[in-house]
């Protein structure tokens, strides 16, 4: 038990309803607009979906700290390590660490073979571009994650909206549509925000170790005026869903859990202590997945409805 909670708290296991969500969306998707659901296909989605967020998570660590971005957080006071820390601090071997971290890959990459022998070679296929972007975000020769050009927040929407939404809607029907696309984007962009907030908590050490994201590109001024258009560009896809009849009316009622998060915005300065961002943080986790879950029961109800 002790070395599942170590492997929980290193893969940072609590957030991977981020995955998971988008996957359930896609299915019931299918369910909806289709007719189609395959119980069996749908929990090999989950496992192999979830496997490969897992993996990110744990694949980031592992480069963050031999690029040197996770020892210069943990020594430089006021800053918050977002980190596991079992790398920095000695409690994993970076061997064991990394024997871990491709086993999960494995993991992944077995749901995805069966998946497309079953499915048809694009649920191959987005797997394998899933995992592309979660290895070479933190790692070279490309680390897209480190440019500062926006191409991180492009891999973020992609990894977490629409190739897990789109993916699973085709697993379901052996084809795409056009409306698991725009069903990513509300929670596809509301992820994008969690992780584009996450940099707000450790930015001087990510300038100090070469690691230019926007907000050490732009500063906290420009980055937060970007983070408020996100969190606009998120809900207002929602009531575009809901206009084109991707969601039902009801879906609407998820627009309340912006709530919260405005009003963290509204305590927040120009500039700000790493501290100062923790709420953000937790309110946009919040947003994300109280957002997909509403967006996941209206369709529940839409499709008994039919």
Request: include cysteine.
């Amino acid at each position: 038990m002790d070395k599942l909670k170590l492997f929980m708290k290193a893969a940072r296991f609590r957030v991977i309803p981020v995955m998971l969500i988008p996957v359930l969306l896609g299915a019931l998707g299918a369910y909806v607009w289709d007719g189609v659901f395959h119980p069996l296909l749908l929990i090999l989605t989950l496992v192999g979906s979830g496997a490969a967020h897992l993996f990110s998570n744990l694949i980031n660590d592992l480069w963050d700290y031999k690029n040197g971005v996770d020892v210069v957080a943990n020594q430089t006071e006021g800053l918050v390590t977002t980190n596991s820390g079992f790398l920095a601090n000695g409690t994993i071997s970076i061997k064991t660490f990394a024997r871990l971290t491709w086993s999960i890959f494995g993991l992944a990459f077995a749901c995805g073979i069966i998946l497309s022998m079953i499915s048809g070679w694009w649920a191959f296929v987005l797997g394998i571009l899933g995992g592309l972007i979660a290895y070479f975000y933190v790692a070279p020769p490309l680390k897209f994650g480190y440019r500062g050009k926006g191409y991180s927040e492009i891999a973020i929407l992609l990894s977490f909206g629409i190739l897990p939404i789109a993916g699973a809607y085709y697993v379901q029907t052996g084809h795409f549509d056009y409306r698991a696309v725009l069903l990513s984007l509300p929670v596809g962009l509301l992820t994008t925000l969690l992780l584009f907030n996450h940099h707000f908590l450790h930015w001087q050490a990510d300038k100090a170790t070469g690691k230019n994201t926007l907000v050490v590109v732009w500063g906290e001024m420009r980055a937060l005026k970007f983070s408020r258009l996100l969190l606009f560009l998120a809900y207002g896809s929602l009531i575009l869903c809901v206009i084109l009849g991707i969601l039902p009316i009801y879906g609407l009622i998820a627009l309340v859990t912006v709530i919260p998060i405005y009003n963290v915005y509204g305590r927040l300065s120009s500039t700000n202590q790493s501290y100062a961002y923790l709420p953000l943080m937790g309110a946009s986790l919040k947003a994300s997945m109280r957002c997909g879950i509403i967006m996941i029961l209206c369709l529940i109800i839409e499709g008994i409805l039919q």
